[in-house]
Structures are given as C-alpha cells and as structure tokens.
C-alpha cells in the first residue's frame, strides 16, 4: 500500500530554532507539494514540485522557510528561524504524472514552536 | 481571491441517515473538484472527484454532484457510518496546466450512533 511518509510527526521546538521536516512522496509520482494546516487559514498551499523543480512557492514567506527537493524521494521544508507563528500541521502530498489527478497526503508533521 | 466554501459547519446525522455536504466555489474557471476526509490526526483523504464535463458521478456509498450554473459542489454520503465522522474539504482545480488545487475550509460531520 504506497503512501506519503512524513517525519519527524510531532516537533516541539523553541523559538529561533531550525525546523527541518522530510516527505518521501510515493514511489512514481512527480509532483509534491507543502501545506500548512491550521484553525484559522484552513489548507494553505506552501510550495509546489514537479520532477523536483519548484514551481509555485508564492505561499511561503521566503524570509524563513526553504524547501528542496533533494532527490525524487525526499522533500525537505525547513524553517530558520522559527516563531510561535509557524505552529501548525505541515502536510506533504505528491501527485502522479499526466495531468491534473488527485493529490495524496501523508499523515503531517505536527509543530508547536514555543 | 481565491476562495472554496469559506465557512466551516458542523452537519450532525443518525447513523443510516444520508448525509449531503454542500460547497460553494466562486472560480467559473475551475474544470476540476475533489472532495477529501480528513479524520482527527491525519491527512486528507480523497474521496471522489468529478470534472466539469459531468454533473454527477458515483463511487462506493458517495455521490458528488456538480452545478456549474451556480458554482455549487455537494457530497452525498448514503447510509451514513460512525466511521464517517470527519471534516470534508472540496478543493477546485483551474486548468492552467498545474496541479494547484485551492481548498475550503471544511465541513465537520458528526454522525451519532
């Protein structure tokens, strides 16, 4: 059963500390993508690949918050330095090639910064 | 904007009872919805998706329906289970050669046993 893996799946980290969160999009699909999850924005779209270039990045404030693509079975976001703003649940999905298919989503990476 | 459903409501149900999820689009553009569970801890799910060139389309249990007249998406959930308890996005898909999708907020569906 292929899926989206995420790690670490919780964080707590202090202000000011580095975040670095990992997807493993499933084996085959080419596009990922980063969303951040929280009460008040719902699903915000961060950052968008396809076959590991960036596409869309337009909803990542680019001051702090990076993302690559390492190789096509890793996708990294990191957060330098991280405020008690960044708290929320970050979620990879990556999408297969051809077209516009649906997006599956790994179990997220849940981060409190203090 | 961009916007999908911008409200978040809650839809209590009997366990048997169907359940309809309704979701307002404002984009005329978007050629292409989804609609996804999220339970309490993890991701979205999808569920079943539909593109414009239809008006209905069926899966196990569920049925979306799409009113392109009124922008307006609706999940049906037959026989509503316990198990269905969870929030619903739509998301909507302007054909603009990326894979951009654009979510509402939600609705959450409470069914009681």
């Known amino acids: 059963d292929a899926r989206v893996t995420q790690t670490p799946r919780h964080k707590v980290t202090e202000m000011g500390q580095e975040v670095t969160m990992r997807c493993q999009p499933i084996l085959g699909h080419n596009t990922v993508f980063w969303y951040r999850q929280t009460m008040m924005q719902g699903l915000e779209l961060l950052a968008y690949f396809r076959n590991r270039a960036p596409l869309d990045d337009s909803g990542m404030p680019k001051d702090r918050f990076s993302a690559e693509m390492p190789d096509a079975t890793l996708a990294t976001l990191k957060i330098q330095p991280s405020e008690p703003r960044d708290s929320a649940v970050y979620f990879c999905?990556?999408?297969?090639?051809?077209?516009?298919?649906?997006?599956?989503f790994g179990p997220g990476t849940r981060l409190l910064v203090l | 904007g961009e916007s999908v459903g911008l409200h978040l409501p809650t839809l209590s149900v009997q366990e048997g009872d169907n359940s309809i999820i309704n979701c307002a689009y404002s984009?005329?553009?978007?050629?292409?919805f989804i609609w996804y569970k999220q339970e309490s801890g993890k991701g979205p799910q999808f569920i079943i998706d539909i593109r414009s060139n239809m008006d209905k389309r069926q899966g196990q249990r569920v049925t979306v329906l799409l009113n392109k007249t009124v922008k307006h998406l609706s999940l049906q959930i037959a026989a509503t289970q316990p198990g269905d308890s969870a929030v619903y996005f739509c998301?909507?898909?302007?054909?603009?050669?990326?894979?951009?999708?654009?979510f509402g907020t939600g609705t959450r569906l409470l069914v009681s046993p």
């Open positions: 999905a990556s999408g297969p090639p051809g077209g516009r298919e649906t997006q599956y």
């Open positions: 998301a909507e898909n302007i054909n603009t050669g990326f894979q951009k999708l654009v």
């Open positions: 984009n005329s553009a978007s050629d292409y």
